[in-house]
């Protein structure tokens, strides 16, 4: 059956190239809607728009599709900023293997609340408002009782997941959002909206380690690797909290920006032996964000007794680990993945206390492809955000399928 519908939908294609050719349907798309395309704009009552990757090119279009009507417990709110993140890029391109097209990408949202359902407490028309990396979970499970939706089996993503009602989520690359109460953060007057999006996804995934490892209390010595969208964030949590911190970097012309910018107490070139030798058993703890494949045997020489590593990136392949370092020094490696909605509104007040925000680069929404493959190349200081609220226009809609 399958088969049948991909062969129709080729055959479709043909047709209206053919049609092009001889001048015969100027005004029909090149690309007509698929079966998923057609559903997307019509399972939900509330229509909406934005853009999206249709397979996995990655290649970001106008998009029409529909979200769900604000029920008792829903929030909506219009979109007005949104974060550009590294998984953006890796599911967009189906790198880890589960992306589902078509894909509106998207997880570090703010906006204006226009809609709020009649048992929702937190909010009110007009609040600002932001959402994260999830949008559901099961609500009953320990890790949920336990504030740790992140770790919920059955946690909803924001993007590319299936919600309850069996039906596809899309993130915040659009016009509205429509999320329960428990999943939307409440957002601080004394906070951008523009800078302060990538928190929703970069700033919980380094508070949340340096918190629950204890490598928040002042006087401690903690070492950040790589300095780019987490690394930088990173930097601005520990110093907030009171820690020394060294920034480890393949790139000594990141050292005065560590420093003078970002306000690193050292800096080490993680490529110099020597730097590296004379670091070793001098740190407490080590947030890694490097998402390449690298050696940890290096980063755990750096951690004194009882030390902690923690790893935060994602590479594509497994790392290796050494054991003998671990065993001669009581040594951890662990890993953590962003954080639960009550750390997670925790971390945005610490950081609408402490004046943290992210080093943006604020984008229109039809320079998205041109920002993915500039992320791609490291190419931005050090986050891309989309400004949807002004840019993303209606008409950009017009030539989607009808």
């Not at 970001?60 to 529909?66: A, I």
């Not at 594509?316 to 509104?345: C, N």
Request: aromatic share 8%; hydrophobic share 40%.
């Amino acid at each position: 059956m399958k088969f049948i519908k991909d062969l129709i939908e080729l055959l479709q294609r043909i047709w209206i190239h053919i049609m092009r050719r001889i001048g015969l349907a100027r005004s029909l798309p090149e690309n007509p809607c698929t079966e998923t395309e057609i559903t997307a704009r019509n399972e939900h009552p509330v229509k909406a728009f934005g853009w999206a990757a249709k397979d996995e090119s990655g290649v970001l279009s106008p998009f029409k599709f529909s979200r769900r009507k604000n029920t008792e417990k829903d929030v909506t709110f219009k979109v007005l900023y949104c974060g550009i993140c590294h998984t953006d890029l890796h599911f967009i391109k189906n790198e880890w293997g589960f992306s589902k097209y078509p894909l509106v990408p998207g997880h570090e949202i703010v906006g204006i609340v226009t809609k709020v359902g009649n048992e929702v407490q937190k909010f009110k028309i007009g609040d600002k408002v932001g959402v994260g990396c999830l949008v559901g979970s099961c609500q009953s499970c320990e890790n949920c009782t336990r504030h740790l939706e992140n770790y919920c089996p059955r946690m909803i993503l924001t993007y590319s997941s299936t919600y309850h009602d069996g039906t596809t989520t899309y993130g915040g690359y659009s016009d509205i959002m429509v999320a329960n109460e428990h999943f939307v953060i409440r957002w601080p007057e004394n906070l951008p909206l523009d800078a302060g999006a990538p928190l929703l996804c970069a700033g919980i995934t380094t508070y949340s380690p340096l918190k629950y490892f204890g490598l928040n209390k002042p006087g401690m010595h903690v070492g950040v690797v790589g300095l780019g969208g987490l690394g930088h964030v990173a930097v601005k949590f520990a110093k907030a909290f009171g820690v020394r911190v060294t920034v480890i970097s393949t790139s000594p012309s990141k050292k005065k920006e560590a420093i003078d910018h970002l306000g690193a107490d050292l800096f080490l070139v993680s490529s110099d032996p020597e730097q590296m030798k004379a670091a070793e058993g001098t740190m407490d703890g080590v947030i890694d964000t490097v998402s390449a494949v690298h050696p940890l045997l290096p980063l755990i020489g750096l951690l004194k007794s009882h030390g902690k590593l923690v790893l935060v990136g994602a590479p594509e392949k497994p790392l290796e680990l050494p054991v003998f370092p671990l065993l001669l020094g009581r040594k951890i490696v662990a890993g953590t993945s962003i954080g639960g909605l009550k750390e997670t509104q925790e971390m945005i007040d610490f950081a609408a206390k402490h004046k943290i925000t992210a080093e943006v680069e604020v984008v229109p929404m039809d320079y998205v492809n041109t920002a993915m493959e500039r992320l791609a190349k490291g190419d931005v200081r050090y986050r891309f955000v989309i400004d949807v609220g002004n840019t993303l226009k209606s008409d950009e809609c017009d030539s989607c399928c009808s």
